[in-house]
């Protein structure tokens, strides 16, 4: 029999096939009520999904994807024991100048990648609602580049729409427990590192996580339309007003800082050589201070803030230290 040979297209498709195939059944899984190995089953199947992606992409491109070697001018392949080709791994399609992916969205990927890392193996549920802003930006993203880099007859909005919800909408909910607080404290320090390095745009971008502020909303008359989720112009008088009753709501509470900001604040103090990594995070691992008894921060949307205490007390250690942050 003949060998078959594929033309680059048509390996490209395979592949962009399989990229599909993987993502919708992450979105099929996490928005399923009977499974609940939610997060790690998403993250793994959206990795697999901007994997082959990118391979598609490449492949179509033709930029070489696999490992190999200059031997002179000849390329030596590196090969698995059992003489398959060792290709990229997403991270590394990433890193490539190549690369068609933004920054934001590589970092809501990279992110998802590391805690992919950090919770292998391990039973973690209530990072389903923890960091849901981050799995619906990763799929809002990935269906944004399916669209750019192949067509938007390839897009998933055919097949998904709205998901009907439970999670944290009823007051009894939203006045209950927080999820963090069975979040392991190594997973709340990874994202609290992770977000750390990155400065305030990329933190807020929605490709990073994707956020949304909810008001619940009555029909004027019987029969006129209403959606579960309606979306409205900004500079609107409609948004304006849900701006003013959401401020309104939180403008008792205490100013809030990033850690990328502390740093900002305590370098003004004088301290020009204090930074995020490892200084800062060094100081509050040793001070305990994300113990809520000590009152110097919240967990506010997966993200821990600082508040101005904490900047005060950096600053007193930071003298204490002498010469060494000046």
Known sequence: MATRNRTVGSLALELLAKSREASLCAIRVFNDPHVSFKSETFIVLMIIAWTYLMHAHYRRRGI???YYELTGKKRKFDRTK???????????????KASPIDKDTANNIRFLIGLRHEIEHQMTRSLDNYLSGRYQACALNYNDYVKKLFGKRYGL???LTYSIQFVELMADQLNGPSPIAT????????VAEYDAGLDHD???SPRYSYRLLFKKKMVNRPGQADRVVEFIDPK?????????????????ERTKYLPSRVVQEVRKAGFTKFRVQPDHVDMWKAEDAKNPAKG?????????YWYDTWIQRCVELC???GEKYR
């Open 202 to 204: 990329s933190y807020n």
């Open 64 to 66: 070489e994807y696999r």
């Open 319 to 321: 003298a204490a230290a």
């Open 236 to 252: 609107s008088e409609i948004a304006k007003s849900i701006d003013k009753e959401y401020w309104v709501k939180k403008e008792i």
């Open 82 to 96: 059992h003489g398959a080709y060792k290709y990229w791994e997403l991270e590394r399609c990433l890193n490539d």
């Open 183 to 190: 979040i392991p404290e190594r997973l709340r320090a990874y």
């Open 157 to 159: 909005d055919a097949h």
């Open 296 to 304: 110097f921060g919240a967990q506010v949307e997966g993200a821990w």
